[in-house]
């Protein structure tokens, strides 16, 4: 029976999609002190201010991330709520995990925590949610000693490393992105879990370039596969898709009729940089001009391949939007080869140099990606050892991020600029 | 010159001590010594974690160093981590 009266999170069910609130009273009845939760929340909705206090000192020995304090300002009215701290879990590279090894997670936290679970958090750890402080060390000692599960990351720690399905299941992975993200998981294991930074820092791994974790949007560096030669196209696959015997994007819109395909309309036409044509029956594209946005490979699966020269893209510095609103990553390395071969040597070396930098001058919580655009690409592009390319400039002569030194310019910046243009038109 | 690594546990211990307030960013002890790297004065930090000279006080997405009898958790008592 309920504890507290709801009204208002009980409208919260009454919509068509599922209800936290229907989760959380259905969890009650097993843990009562989810009751609490239900009705501190509702004393929020009425009042219009948490009741939450967030952080605090509370973690397992050893580790200084993984564990976030969190406390109810009503601890007498709501008790079930008095410490409800969160746990993070480190998820397995690409969310391969067996149902014995969730079943095991969930068992354990019903016997410490609330067993209220959040699959996954945005980084992609597992979340529990809410448990008191006593319980945390027990909790962590037969997580890691039953089941063998690691926590993840909190803080101004290296955040629980993500990364796509990759070559295990996907044929456009161009970088064994589950070797990438398991390596340099290890590799960086006292960064993850423990404090190291001005700020949080993540890194994500996306086999190609449809970046399936979203690592551009959300990671400090987004490893994204990609390919510097040509597309590979099997002109006989294309002409059986022109002639409807394959259907687009692998049929995944066949529920409806949209008609016979379309190459021009629907592949052609789409391509951001034009840079596909019909020549003779056959596909030509002017690969020059590729920006690797994938559509023609996605609708086209079977004709287009990524090319076979491939590697990875490493672009820099996007955030969620806390302060200044959302940032996407900029791009700084076009091309890198990403291979266990040489323990990507070549990417930690980047990496290390980002960090190198950032801790020396970034503010205090300030992701990396704030502190470049507070201190400007150029000086970005100078710390990395990298020389301005074009793709490094957001839009040609409106927001150039590239600007000449003078020691750069032949004549330097008093040079006869009329005698120049006797001899170069403008 | 860089400091010595029992110097510098000195000097950070120091102004975890006297610093105004008692939660304090690793950046905050990089002062301690200019000529220590930013990475060394983190595992340094660290080290003084793992003996119980220093602990973690964590927002959940930052995380901030004390002198354990300077800080109080939510409970009232004061840390042991």
Same mark, same amino acid.
């Given at each position: 029976m309920a504890k507290h009266e709801t009204p208002l999170l009980d409208e919260l069910e009454k919509g068509p999609w599922p209800s936290f609130v229907t989760d959380i009273k259905r969890q009650a009845e097993k843990k009562p002190e989810c009751w609490d939760i239900l009705g501190q929340v509702e004393l929020s909705y009425k009042e219009r201010i948490t009741h939450w206090k967030h952080g605090g000192i509370v973690g397992v020995f050893g580790y200084g991330g993984g564990i976030v304090g969190r406390y109810s300002d009503m601890p007498k009215r709501f008790p079930g709520v008095e410490h409800f701290h969160t746990v993070r879990l480190a998820q397995p590279a690409s969310k391969y995990y067996t149902t014995k090894h969730l079943r095991d997670i969930c068992d354990l936290w019903e016997k410490y925590g609330s067993g209220m679970t959040n699959m996954h958090g945005s980084t992609g750890d597992i979340i529990m949610l809410g448990c008191r402080t006593e319980a945390l060390e027990p909790f962590f000692y037969e997580l890691t000693h039953n089941i063998q599960q690691d926590l993840g990351g909190s803080g101004s720690n290296l955040r629980t490393p993500a990364n796509c399905l990759g070559q295990s299941r996907c044929e456009w992975a161009c970088y064994d992105t589950e070797e990438a993200c398991h390596h340099l998981t290890m590799h960086y294991q006292d960064?993850?879990?423990?404090?190291?930074?001005?700020?949080?820092?993540?890194?994500?791994?996306?086999?190609?370039?449809?970046?399936?974790?979203?690592?551009?949007? $959300?990671?400090?560096?987004?490893?994204?596969?990609?390919?510097? %030669?040509?597309?590979?196209? %099997?002109?006989?696959? /294309?002409?059986?898709?022109?002639?409807?015997?394959?259907?687009?994007?692998?049929?995944?819109?066949?529920? $409806? %009729?949209?008609?016979?395909?379309?190459?021009?309309?629907?592949?052609i036409a789409l391509c951001p940089t034009e840079c596909m044509w019909m020549e003779g029956g056959e596909l030509k594209i002017d690969d020059s001009e590729c920006t690797r946005c994938m559509h023609c490979i996605n609708v086209m699966p079977k004709a287009l391949r990524p090319g076979a020269d491939q590697g990875?893209?490493?672009c820099c510095g996007a955030k969620a939007p806390i302060l200044d609103g959302a940032q996407f990553a900029t791009l700084i390395v076009p091309f890198m080869k990403a291979s266990a071969d040489n323990e990507f040597e070549e990417l930690i070396e980047f990496i290390e140099k980002i960090w190198d930098w950032w801790m020396e001058v970034g503010k205090n919580r300030?992701? /990396?990606?704030?502190?470049?655009?507070?201190?400007?690409?150029?000086?970005?592009?100078?710390?990395? %050892?990298?020389?301005?390319?074009?793709?490094?400039?957001?839009?040609? $002569?409106?927001?150039?991020? /590239?600007?000449?030194?003078?020691?750069?310019v032949e004549g330097g910046f008093e040079r006869d600029v009329d005698e120049f243009r006797a001899r170069h038109a403008a | 010159m860089a400091l010595s690594k029992d110097e510098l546990k000195a000097a950070i211990i120091k102004k975890a001590e006297t610093a105004p307030k008692p939660q304090l960013y690793i950046k905050d002890f990089y002062a301690c010594d200019p000529d220590t790297k930013p990475r060394e004065m983190k595992n340094v930090a660290n080290d003084l974690v793992k003996e119980g000279k220093l602990m973690f006080w964590s927002s959940g997405s930052t995380t901030m160093y004390a002198i354990p009898s300077r800080i109080k958790n939510e409970e009232g008592t004061s840390g042991v981590n």
């Open positions: 960064e993850i879990h423990r404090p190291a930074f001005p700020y949080k820092f993540k890194f994500k791994f996306s086999g190609c370039p449809n970046d399936c974790v979203a690592a551009i949007a $959300r990671s400090d560096v987004a490893v994204i596969g990609t390919w510097r %030669d040509n597309i590979r196209i %099997d002109q006989a696959a /294309v002409k059986e898709y022109v002639a409807g015997n394959i259907p687009g994007n692998g049929g995944a819109h066949a529920g $409806r %009729d949209w008609g016979k395909f379309d190459i021009q309309k629907e592949v990875a893209t490493i300030e992701r /990396v990606g704030e502190t470049m655009q507070r201190i400007g690409l150029p000086t970005f592009i100078k710390v990395m %050892d990298l020389e301005p390319i074009p793709q490094h400039i957001k839009e040609p $002569r409106s927001n150039p991020y /590239v600007f000449w030194q003078e020691e750069e | -």
